[in-house]
């Protein structure tokens, strides 16, 4: 593999890591914000590398600009709560203007637009503290708030958008009563969040603004390319060298939520059980007493720096868990502070019995290697493929009849991982291609002609398997070497690089970094595992809603695509796929787990669904009532088949903590697993011969 596609840049095929700058501490002058040289010789540098060199081919023109506008009016106004379709219409003569001031270097307009969006936000945050002294609000009045306005216009004019803010002061104290706040408490927790609001906009440099303008240029070509400022970048690096350490989750803003989109396996939040994707984080505390900040609202990096802290201290979070609403109750979670660790990422294995069969598990939660250790020149680093190996061995001499190998929630992580554990269980050959930005295809390979493994295999995936885990599903199915069974899979088929964008200027200095996809995978048998992700020969109906999450769900995602076949030998199989989904389908059918699954779904995807509430205290309260009754009745069926006593309430509205902590290891996280065992076990009985019974 061409390992060189830019001058001083090292291609990471790993999974991607989110990064954080500590917040500006005072206040900015508004007279300050207009762009400097340094930012304008940084747009001419940055926008010639993303022409050049990144994998999507995307002229700067009108087109793109319309693009741009549009993305960084919504990087500001996510909600669109503070814009009036007034100020859009005024915006309206940039539309096909800041293609020409990115490629000469002139950002007023953008600086102009930020200004505006901060004058918005003091009035809107004016009125806000205004209505809250008022505080004379109707809760039986028949009316509705739309908490999400993503798809919504933009209001059009000052009553319009005095009337959104109205219901959404009211819908902010209608949660915090349902939460049992009494008024003192309520008003001091609103006026403190919208204060902190317009202080942390104020906070805003020019940096800020310039940064959060070109990564409106770079997610307008593609959502994993964006720019962190040279002063990001160096508190960013200032935070490793002081060994700050998080609490093993990716993070990203949903509105004015903070959302865990991924939870790190072997890390902290990982180990509690009691941290989830998809749920909130609206409160963080430092250690088992500090004061718990309320951070609805604030940037994302603003977040995640509160969030780190010193290894083995103590932090607390206010969550609400996914799929609830926001007038649910909060669960507070104390986590102490730690570094992933590759014993905690380790691959693991057990064994379960069904069908008078005996199949061996294998649980990888990522795709490590110990990158120091084999640099130091160690003979035994840890590795993912080496650590596999020995579990196979030990199964293999317990006398199983299969394999399952469980990807779920694995993020992915190092390609040669991939690439290397996929030969131990087919003889030799290609397993990846990879196209660059340049047209040029290199084919990762396996070169070993052993297997460790050549009996019956089973993949199991889901919504959450990315990366490195979607290259050996795909690569185990095109070879036919097993069965992909569970959720189809994220789809992140991209290869990103971190570009030193100093490396360009005449003088060396310092101009930040610019995050670059520069290359896509393909399998051998030639299409992508881009946004279409792995698709399973057997799907399990807890698929419903994935395609609203993952690469899908992305805006400006490349598309799936396709590129000639590699030259490789399938293994000669033959499931009967239909027959195989059939039975599948009958037994899930049947079985009160995957009943439970399939309605906890179904809940959540309804939730999520949802745009708007009602500001009747009694309807609200009522619908948490039903919505928390229907969760324990299906917890207390299923803890009913199982001998167990019933709840008599769920802890804190939180149905994947019962999960986590109630049914592991036989219950709901085995569920899956043990169907998976079923699949793999109708298909060795599907291999072997019907023997004739003698008249």
Sequence with gaps: MKKILIPGIIALYLLACSSAALAVAKEVPPESLVPDN????????LNRVLERYHYRKVHLDDRLSEAILKRYLESLDPNKSFFTQADIERFSRY???????????????AFDIFRAF???VDQRVALALKLLRENHFDFTRKENYRFDREDAPWPRDESAISDQWRKRLKNDILGLRLAGKDEKKIRETLEKRYKTMRRRVHQLDSDSVFQSFVNAYALSIEPHTSYMSPERSENFDISMRLSLQGIGAVLRSDDEYTVIQKVVPGGPADKSGQLHAGDRIVGVGQGEKGEMEDIIGWPLQDVVEIIRGKKDSLVRLNVLPKGAGADAPLKTVLIQRDKIKLEDQAAQSSIIEVDGMRFGIIDLPAFYRDFRGQ???EKDFRSTTRDVRKLLDKLQKEKVDGIIVDLRNNGGGSLTEATELTGLFIPHGPVVQVKDSQGHIDVERDSD???????PLAVLVNRNSASASEIFAAAIQDYGRGLIVGEPTFGKGTVQSLVDLGQFSRHKQDLGRLRLTIAQFFRVKGGSTQHKGVIPDVQFPTSEGSGKHGERSLENALPWAEIKPAQYRPVNWSPQLAMLQHKHQERVARDPGFKFLVEQNKEINKM???????????????EWDEREQRALERHNRLRALRGLPPLAKLDDGDEDEFEEKEEDPEGINRIMQEEAAHILADFIRQQQPVTAQAE
């Excluded at 340094?38 to 540098?45: E, G, H, K, S």
């Excluded at 999520?608 to 009522?622: A, I």
């Design 38 to 45: 340094t930012q304008r010789q940084t747009a001419l540098i």
């Design 449 to 455: 002609p052993e297997e460790a493994y050549s009996g």
């Design 608 to 622: 999520e669904e949802r745009k708007e509430v009602s500001l009747v205290e009694s309807e609200r309260k009522k």
């Design 375 to 377: 640099a130091a020149g």
């Design 118 to 120: 901060r004058q918005r």
């Design 95 to 109: 539309r096909h203007e800041l293609d020409d001031a990115i490629a000469s270097g002139r950002l007023e307009p």
